[in-house]
Every structure is written in structure tokens, then in C-alpha cells.
């Protein structure tokens, strides 16, 4: 199956500092996906990224398509508490008769106070 | 707009009993539905999915099984529980072969 290397693992950072994370892969995706789950929750979806290149905000959230379309990146601008939480890459690829998500493992952010 | 439910929360059962997780999505039609177990907070692991009712596809061997009587439900089912089935198991559905919506997910433990 298919495999995303998400890093770091796991970022302490203070409030109000900027945060970036990353996920590659061996193999190329038409679409990333970054998606916050809170503590006890489901995933949420933030950002979606279809094209090559791509630039797209979320509020302080900016995500990338990397060029070569074998990597990702998340930016959080200006951190605050409610920030806390696992951040999973995600990308789709077909399997048998339907498309299926990938997961990177996780970063885990805390931001101190 | 599409919302999907899942119940319950949270679940304590002992080894040997049997398990049934529901899932039900609402605002959308024919949606493909996915099962997901995350284990210790990290790594979502592909469980089941299915494109349409009575089409359950499964992605790794193991003590549960799915069904999906009606376009819009999903179930996860065991005959007898192990501990190692402990986790929190995610369903979520998926429209446009692309994005997965997640719901609140249950944790399941196993005594």
C-alpha cells in the first residue's frame, strides 16, 4: 500500500510561534489532504490541496502541494492553545472498486503557554 | 448539509462479548463508508469500507466484520471480543472519491 512519512512526530512549541510540518511520499498524488484531530474526537478536515504547487490558506493555516506532487507542507502562523491537537497528511489512491485514504502518522503538537 | 452520527462514545465490554458499532450518514446519497481503529492516539488503520449496500470490502484480517443493510448505515460487528480489539474506531464517508468526513468516533475497551 501506499506509505506518507509525516514529520515531525510530535512539536512543543510556545504560543504565538509559527509551526510548520511536512509529509512526502515514495509515490504521486493527485490530492493532500491535512486534517486536526482534537483529543477524543474524529479527524477534521482543514485544508485540500488538488494541484501541483498549490498555496492554499485557512485562516493561520497554509498548506502546499509540493511541485514534484510527492510531498505537503502545514504552516500555523502565531500558535495558541486551542492549536493542540494530532495533525494527519492524507492522500487518496485507488484500491479495488473504490478510492481510499492513506494517513500519514501523525504530528502531535502541544503549545505551552 | 451531510452530517453522519456514531454511537456510542464510549464502550466497555469483556472478552468474549459481542460488539456492534453503528454509523449512519445523513445529506448525501450513495456515499462510500469507511472503518478506521486508531490505536494509542496515532495511526488511522483502514479497517472496511464499502461503495454500496451489501459491498464491504476488507482491508486486514481480523476478529470484526461490517455490514451495510441500508445506503446509509454502517456496522461494525464482532461475535467475541479480544482485548487487542480495544481502540477507538472511526467511521467516516466519503462523496467525491476524494476528501473522508470523519465521525466522533467510540472508544472501545476491552475488560
Known amino acids: 500500500g501506499q506509505q506518507l512519512n509525516q514529520s515531525p512526530q510530535s512539536m512543543f512549541i510556545q504560543e504565538g510561534e509559527d509551526v510548520s510540518m511536512n509529509c512526502t511520499s515514495s509515490s504521486i498524488f493527485n490530492t493532500w489532504l491535512w486534517y486536526k484531530q482534537d483529543p477524543g474526537e474524529g479527524p477534521v478536515l482543514l485544508i485540500a490541496?488538488?494541484?501541483?504547487?498549490e498555496l492554499t490558506s485557512n485562516g493561520r493555516l497554509t498548506a502546499q502541494f509540493g511541485i514534484t506532487r510527492k510531498d505537503s507542507f502545514l504552516n500555523i502562523s502565531a500558535s495558541i492553545p486551542s492549536d493542540v491537537g494530532i495533525y494527519f497528511c492524507?492522500?487518496?489512491?485507488?484500491?479495488?472498486?473504490?478510492?481510499?485514504?492513506?494517513f500519514g502518522s501523525g504530528t502531535q503538537l502541544t503549545v505551552l503557554p | 448539509s451531510q452530517t453522519i452520527h456514531q454511537w456510542p462514545a464510549t464502550l466497555v465490554q469483556p472478552v468474549g462479548s459481542p460488539l456492534s458499532l453503528e454509523c449512519t450518514v445523513e445529506g448525501t446519497s450513495n456515499p462510500n463508508l469507511y472503518w478506521y481503529r486508531q490505536a494509542a492516539g496515532r495511526g488511522l488503520q483502514l479497517l472496511f469500507y464499502?461503495?454500496?449496500?451489501?459491498?464491504i470490502s476488507s482491508e486486514v484480517p481480523q476478529n470484526l466484520s461490517a455490514s451495510r443493510p441500508q445506503d446509509r448505515q454502517f456496522i461494525l460487528s464482532s461475535k467475541k471480543l479480544l482485548l487487542s480489539d480495544s481502540g477507538f474506531y472511526l467511521c467516516?464517508?466519503?462523496?467525491?472519491?476524494?476528501?473522508?468526513?470523519f465521525g466522533q468516533g467510540t472508544r472501545l475497551t476491552v475488560v
Open positions: 467516516a464517508y466519503g462523496q467525491t472519491n476524494t476528501e473522508a468526513f
Open positions: 490541496l488538488y494541484k501541483a504547487g
Open positions: 464499502s461503495v454500496g449496500i451489501g459491498q
Open positions: 492524507a492522500g487518496p489512491f485507488s484500491s479495488g472498486s473504490a478510492r481510499q485514504l492513506t
